[in-house]
């Protein structure tokens, strides 16, 4: 399996970004993808996901209402929509796939990208 993440980069308080992840290689229908981040000196966190079966979503309470999650299935492809950022996002996000268990912990993730970093600063 492999992640490739992409669209990071440096942002005004409120602005917006668009994260990308292409995935390849995944052969199993019962996962779930998306994002996790981590910012200076903090624990990774689990941000947003979207279950590949039945295309559920989920968000971490700290971006409900300004993040977006969604895939083209067409493209392998996974998006996550950063709309009205704030400082406190800054961090380095990570594409991330989960077969079971804890969605929301670092420890279930089978498999990482690479990192993007994401800046939201004036």
């Known amino acids: 399996v492999q992640l490739q993440a992409s669209g990071g980069g440096l942002v005004q308080p409120g602005g917006s970004l668009r994260l990308s992840c292409a995935a390849s290689?995944?052969?199993?229908?019962?996962?779930?993808i998306g994002w996790f981040r981590q910012a200076p000196g903090k624990e990774r966190e689990g941000v947003s996901y979207?279950?590949?079966?039945?295309?559920?979503?989920y968000y971490v309470d700290s971006v409900k209402g300004r993040f977006t999650i969604s895939r083209d299935n067409a493209k392998s492809t996974v998006y996550l929509q950063m709309n009205s950022l704030k400082p406190e996002d800054t961090a380095v996000y990570y594409c991330?796939?989960?077969?079971?268990?804890?969605?929301?912990?670092?420890?279930?993730?089978?498999?990482w990208g690479q990192g993007t970093l994401v800046t939201v600063s004036s």
């Open positions: 290689g995944i052969t199993s229908d019962y996962y779930v």
């Open positions: 979207i279950n590949n079966k039945d295309g559920s979503t």
């Open positions: 991330a796939v989960v077969y079971s268990g804890n969605y929301w912990a670092a420890r279930s993730v089978e498999y």
